[in-house]
């Protein structure tokens, strides 16, 4: 796991280096994909899904301001001002790496900057969480406190999740929750955290492409995401 979300934490690098105003969300997609494959991985969100009819069409989710999460990379072209989820899952040795980042587009205000940042930090916070003898729930109650306390909202549709051979595994992993509830953690759990912060409503629905999911009243998401495994002391990040 440790090569697959290595190149998690390079592509993250390398697409967050290509954001500007003027390019398109494909071309971001293009950038992740050709990389992904010259270090011999393979992108594990392209082709995931349960309806075979609507499987995920790319390797990078992409997802733009109101964008909670699960965007489709495409003709959309980036501007200034925006903020910009970027997320990838990557397969190698068998095992898989998960990450994402959110990037601002140019300048942002004061509020998109603010919404980054506490994401960000909630999701430090949970991770200090991820320790043995711990439980699910303690990384829940850290995220949601920090962010509740800021003034923002957690999305509940959607979890971080236990990460391993396959994307999504046991446990679930909220981020809101009560102390010393849910699965405990032990030593060498691998789990995706990945908190989702809204400006406004904790509300989301999905757009009707069947992917995208949006905030329920359109204002602003941030989402940060890292792999860890759980230690004794200290967690370790394996996509930082
Ligand atoms: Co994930």
Request: glycine share 12%; net charge negative.
């Amino acid at each position: 796991m440790r090569e697959p979300s290595a190149i998690v934490a390079q592509v993250l690098k390398l697409v967050g280096a290509s954001i500007r105003p003027g390019v398109t969300t494909g071309q971001l997609d293009r950038i992740a994909e050709d990389f992904i494959r010259s270090c011999g991985g393979v992108p594990v969100f392209k082709g995931y899904g349960y309806e075979l009819d609507n499987l995920f069409p790319a390797t990078l989710c992409v997802s733009v301001d109101n964008e909670v999460v699960h965007g489709i990379p495409g003709m959309r072209i980036l501007k200034d001002g925006e903020i910009v989820s970027i997320d990838v899952g990557v397969k190698k040795n068998g095992f898989v790496g998960d990450g994402a980042y959110t990037f601002a587009v140019g300048r942002v205000s004061a509020d998109k900057e603010r919404l980054m940042r506490i994401t960000q930090e909630s999701l430090a916070k949970a991770i200090e969480q991820a320790v043995e003898g711990n439980k699910v729930g303690d990384i829940g109650y850290a995220v949601q406190t920090h962010v509740e306390e800021a003034g923002y909202s957690v999305v509940r549709e959607l979890c971080g999740h236990g990460v391993g051979r396959d994307l999504h595994e046991a446990p679930n992993v909220p981020n809101y929750g009560r102390r010393n509830s849910g699965m405990k953690l032990t030593e060498g759990m691998t789990i995706a955290i990945e908190p989702m912060v809204n400006l406004g409503t904790h509300k989301v629905r999905t757009a009707q492409d069947g992917w995208t999911v949006l905030t329920y009243d359109g204002a602003p998401s941030a989402h940060f995401e890292h792999t860890v495994v759980v230690r004794k002391e200290k967690a370790e990040i394996l996509t930082k």
